[in-house]
């Protein structure tokens, strides 16, 4: 993380610093991507990600990311990568999410139960760019916006509106201390009230039932949805693929509990003290692997059960497999050996709250290779924006709230100074960042005409998404 220490000098000298970038990287610079001439085909890296991922499951990722081009662009983070390793840069790096897209933002309890909004996914996450982040952010916008039918215009408003919501954010936090930057958070309930006078009364009620919906997304529904019991016993259900308890899983002779208990006591070391104390409350019921996300899909990901003081009290863990962030062959090599450290230590800098029980472990598959994970509670009041039914006044709200909330993030680890200086006070950079977002809106989707095209010909094999 040293790479990410605020340059030496004083506050002037670090503002004069994001001036100064303006020469080498202009701002109007961000509007004039193209795809480079040699061009990794889209389909031939997608299929490279493949190789590490469970074989059976590659043909259900396929088939969600061909639902629409947006789904297309959420499983995509490989192929943005690749596209912007060669865009303008002012040479300031953040501890960068990685995978910025609209979707990764959300609400979820903080350790104190309060709900917060934040970047919520890290899978991706590596010190580099801060430009990187915000022109993922802004192509999403552009994506979703043709999805739900608006005029370009109108898609150009939406993404101007997140960058210059960007652009005042960081401005906002060069002003303020460090440890007022590190405990600015953005507090949901704010966001409900904002939303109300901003997105009209029709949003603001959807936004209050989606609220409410959250805050039901916990443990005990978890414990509701995804078990029942057999003689006299919890267990998690089974609904392959998207649900396989262990004990189907695992070759004859194999001591599940004993694998998963060695496990769990990996994770638990890399714990702080506390919080092993807490872990230690609870017992072993259960486990199954559970198929998540849309670019996620393919990874290994498993669910464990465990139960505290008594069947009422479950503790739900998600072990999510973590591999090479698509960002590296394009920046410096992740500081930590472990993957799934790479993960919490990045989500950690990041957000303003985070999960309480965040760990990693090495695992010995049945394969004999060795994996990496990372450990987090599953369904802590965690939820995300409707935005497939927004109109374009509240998408704008709402590219407006991701906007800063990437700018408080990448504020904690960044030269926010310099970033806010090179920024500056006129609108060059929001205009830049929108046709951008437009350009590779297009290109994301002949991106994804070249998927569908790939398994018409059946060159890749599709299950249709579940």
């Known amino acids: 993380m040293a790479a990410l220490l605020h340059s030496a000098g004083s506050a002037e000298e ?14 109007s610079s961000h509007a004039d991507w193209a795809p480079a001439s040699d061009r990794p085909d889209p389909v031939e890296l997608l299929e490279g990600q493949a190789t590490s991922r469970v074989g059976q499951l590659v043909p259900l990722r396929y088939g969600r990311m061909l639902v629409s081009p947006f789904t297309f662009y959420r499983g995509a983070a490989a192929v943005m990568a690749a596209d912007l390793a060669g865009a303008p840069r002012s040479g300031f790096d953040v501890q960068l999410c990685g995978d910025a897209h609209l979707s990764n933002f959300g609400a979820y ?8 909004f934040d970047v919520n996914d890290f899978d991706e996450t590596l010190p580099g760019p801060w430009e990187w982040d915000v022109m993922r952010l802004a192509a999403s916008f552009s994506v979703a916006g043709r999805e739900r039918g608006f005029k370009r215009r109108e898609r150009l408003a939406i993404v101007a509106a997140m960058a210059a919501e960007y652009r005042g954010a960081m401005q906002r936090m060069a002003a ?8 600015t958070k953005m507090d949901v309930e704010a966001i409900a009230r904002g939303w109300e006078s901003a997105a009209g009364e029709k949003e603001a009620a959807t936004f209050r039932r989606n609220l409410e919906k959250t805050r039901a997304k916990d443990r005990m529904r978890a414990l509701s949805k995804l078990t029942r019991e057999v003689d006299g016993k919890l267990r998690i259900v089974s609904e392959p693929p998207l649900i396989v308890p262990l004990d189907e899983l695992a070759e004859e002779g194999v001591d599940v509990e004993a694998v998963v208990l060695k496990i769990i006591a990996d994770y638990r070391d890399t714990l702080p003290e506390d919080r092993r104390v807490l872990l230690d409350g609870y017992r072993f019921v259960d486990a199954a692997l559970k198929v998540v996300g849309v670019g996620s899909v393919g990874t290994r990901a498993f669910v464990v059960l465990m139960l505290g003081r008594d069947g009422g009290d479950p503790l739900f863990l998600q072990a999510k497999e973590a591999q090479r962030s698509v960002l590296e062959p394009y920046a410096a090599p992740s500081a930590f050996e472990n993957q799934g450290e790479r993960v919490v230590q990045g989500q950690r800098l990041t957000q303003a709250a985070s999960d309480i029980l965040l760990g990693w472990v090495k695992v010995k598959g049945i394969d004999g290779k060795l994996r990496d994970f990372y450990v987090r509670q599953l369904w802590d009041q965690k939820g995300s924006a409707k935005v497939e039914n927004m109109d374009a006044r509240a998408l704008t709200t709402y590219a407006q709230i991701c906007g800063t909330t990437l700018a408080h993030a990448h504020a904690r680890s960044g030269d926010r100074i ?4 090179y920024l500056g006070k006129s609108d060059t950079f929001d205009r830049a960042i929108a046709a951008f977002a437009e350009t590779y809106a297009d290109q994301n989707e002949r991106d994804y005409a070249a998927l569908k095209a790939a398994a018409d010909e ?4 599709v299950l249709a998404a579940a």
């Open 418 to 421: 310099a970033i806010a200086a």
């Open 109 to 116: 309890a903080s350790p104190d139960r309060e709900l917060v």
């Open 14 to 27: 670090r503002a004069a610093a994001g001036k100064a970038a303006r020469a080498g990287a202009p701002r």
């Open 458 to 461: 059946g060159r890749i094999e």
């Open 176 to 183: 303020l201390g460090n440890l007022e930057v590190w405990y």
